[in-house]
């Protein structure tokens, strides 16, 4: 069985908060599936063919405690981790394995648990506010029209989910490259080319 989990804080009123936008990315791939998320103790879930998918509901700085308790629950043979990335422009992704923690508390977490070296991510840019300081600006919620920006990612996400749960990360990452390669512009609406990534 392979992991999907996003990172993002459980209680309604941050449901539409930057720091969430892993959970919204979840909650759209499964949308797509027609799944309907379960409760078990410490995450909400989802089983799908190959894959189980979780978001955690205990706050952000505990999502370890979660991956703990899943790691119990199922035996799982890959880790993919879906989470905002402050460092990276609104709606550009970037798909890794390994790296630091980049100062993400939700991922502080998770190494807690799992060294970095063995979490695949999926990193979506929720950009920086020139006045606001991060902590302020992760838990803000979008702006009323600010997620219809990040629909071509979020398409994009689901698209590599579903290589993630047929295939594996490794798959994750060809798909992803052959996007880089073809994507001449990078000028459509709530995408931006690798090309324009820095760092």
């Known amino acids: 069985m392979k ?16 720091h969430n936008i892993g959970f919204i990315a979840l909650d759209r791939w499964a949308e797509t599936h027609k799944l ?6 410490l995450f909400d879930f989802v089983v ?10 205990t706050f952000m700085n505990l999502s370890g405690d979660a991956l703990k308790a899943a790691l119990l629950k199922w035996k799982v043979s890959e880790i993919l981790v879906v989470h905002d990335d402050i460092e990276l422009s609104p709606a550009q992704l970037r798909v890794r394995s390994g790296g630091g923690d980049g100062g993400h508390n939700g991922l502080k977490s998770l190494f807690e648990v799992m060294p ?6 999926i990193r979506i840019g929720i950009g920086r506010h020139d006045v606001l300081p991060a902590e302020k600006y992760v838990l803000d919620e979008f702006e009323p029209d600010e997620l219809n ?13 579903d290589t993630f749960e047929r295939n ?22 709530g995408i931006k080319s690798p090309k324009e990534e820095k760092g």
């Open 3 to 18: 992991l999907i989990l996003a990172l993002g804080n459980h209680p309604p009123k941050y449901h539409r908060t930057r």
């Open 36 to 41: 309907s998320f379960s409760q078990a103790g």
């Open 48 to 57: 799908f063919r190959q894959v189980v998918a979780i978001k955690p509901r």
């Open 116 to 121: 970095p070296t063995d979490l695949k991510r």
């Open 149 to 161: 920006g990040y629909e071509e990612s979020l398409k994009l996400i689901c698209k590599f989910l």
């Open 168 to 189: 594996d990360f490794n798959s994750v990452l060809n798909e992803y490259s052959k996007w880089k390669k073809s994507y001449s512009d990078g000028k459509a609406v």
